[in-house]
């Protein structure tokens, strides 16, 4: 089984406005942490946010949120008020302890002005 | 700028070549791990170092080998290279090889295979 899935390739925004993006992830370690990334076009990969899983209130950090519903494994990013600069492709990963990074295939976001 | 330095930023190379792929980790950090992104593959594990030792491996080649010096920079060579091989080589780092710190980035080397 995946252990990261990101089912959204490509998704669209209006400036100004929030988006979700999905994560979902499969793992039987109670220990694990959630991460999100952001690759511009330029190819550097950009740490945004991170969620641990014991957790209880969702990690915020500016305007990224990740809403963390752990019953339903689910990571999902939310980002408010798009800037164009937020155009970009964002990975989810997760690891468990002692163990690898997953990452999932990646949302290619665009915010249409 | 997240700390994690790679050399070079850009490679071409020929079928059949050898390269070597630099990275020195953010201070205090005392993992490694090295990334291969194509455009058919997605972001690929390939392996990691902690404090020198080979902690976990992942869908890296034969081909390809790795190791982390005493100062804690690291290596990845790449040998006996196919135009498969074009990809962009992401360097990234965290503290600790265990637990679930942070891995932060180095900006990559895009190696083209001609």
């Known amino acids: 089984a995946q252990k990261i899935t990101q089912t959204q390739p490509g998704m669209f925004v209006q400036e100004k406005e929030a988006v979700t993006l999905d994560c979902t992830y499969d793992?039987?370690?109670?220990?694990?942490?959630l991460f999100w990334y952001k690759q511009p076009s330029s190819g550097e990969m950009i740490f945004l946010i991170y969620q641990g899983s014991y957790d209880q209130q969702n990690a915020t950090e500016g305007r990224y949120s990740l809403n963390f519903q752990k019953a339903r494994k689910s990571a999902n990013l939310v980002i408010s008020a798009s800037q164009l600069g937020d155009s970009a492709m964002y990975f989810c990963?997760?690891?468990?302890?002692?163990?690898?990074?997953?990452f999932g295939t990646g949302t290619s976001l665009t915010v249409i002005p | 700028d997240s700390g994690v330095t790679q050399t070079p930023k850009h490679l071409i190379t020929a079928t059949g070549q050898r390269v070597t792929l630099r990275c020195s980790p953010r201070s205090g950090d005392l993992s490694v791990y090295w990334y291969q992104q194509s455009l058919d593959q997605g972001l690929q594990f390939l392996i990691q170092?902690?404090?020198?030792?080979?902690?976990a491996k992942g869908n890296i080649l034969e081909r390809f080998s790795a190791q982390q010096f005493p100062d804690l920079h690291s290596e990845l060579n790449l040998s006996s290279l196919e135009l498969g091989d074009s990809a962009l080589y992401f360097c990234?780092?965290?503290?600790?090889?265990?637990?679930?710190?942070?891995?932060?980035f180095g900006p990559g080397t895009r190696l083209t295979v001609l």
């Open positions: 170092y902690y404090n020198g030792e080979e902690r």
């Open positions: 793992t039987s370690d109670p220990s694990y942490g």
């Open positions: 990963a997760m690891r468990e302890i002692g163990y690898q990074f997953y």
């Open positions: 990234a780092s965290s503290i600790t090889g265990t637990g679930v710190d942070t891995q932060y």
